[in-house]
């Protein structure tokens, strides 16, 4: 996930180059060809960011609900 795309136009290079694809937060200067999922928006204002942010952050939440956690995984790197 993205808020700048000039800024941080190398970890864009990066994710692209590893086949991760890209959510961005893309302001009129930006270039919304190089993005995967562009989220128009103004990422110069604070409120803006945030709301944007604040809204992503409760899909990911309740695209989660119900699943069950796999604590297995969790376990296997986690535990010493």
Request: glycine residues 10%.
């Given at each position: 996930f993205v808020v700048d795309q000039q800024k941080e136009h190398i970890a864009i290079r990066e994710a692209q180059?590893?086949?991760v694809k890209v959510v961005a937060i893309i302001d009129t200067n930006?270039?919304?060809?190089?993005?995967a999922f562009p989220i128009p928006g103004n990422d110069d204002s604070i409120r803006s960011v945030k709301f944007?942010?604040?809204k992503v952050s409760e899909a990911i939440i309740e695209g989660?609900?119900?699943?069950?956690?796999?604590n297995h995984k969790y376990n296997s790197w986690n535990s010493k």
């Open positions: 180059a590893t086949g930006c270039d919304p060809d190089s993005i944007i942010i604040s989660h609900e119900g699943q069950i956690p796999d």
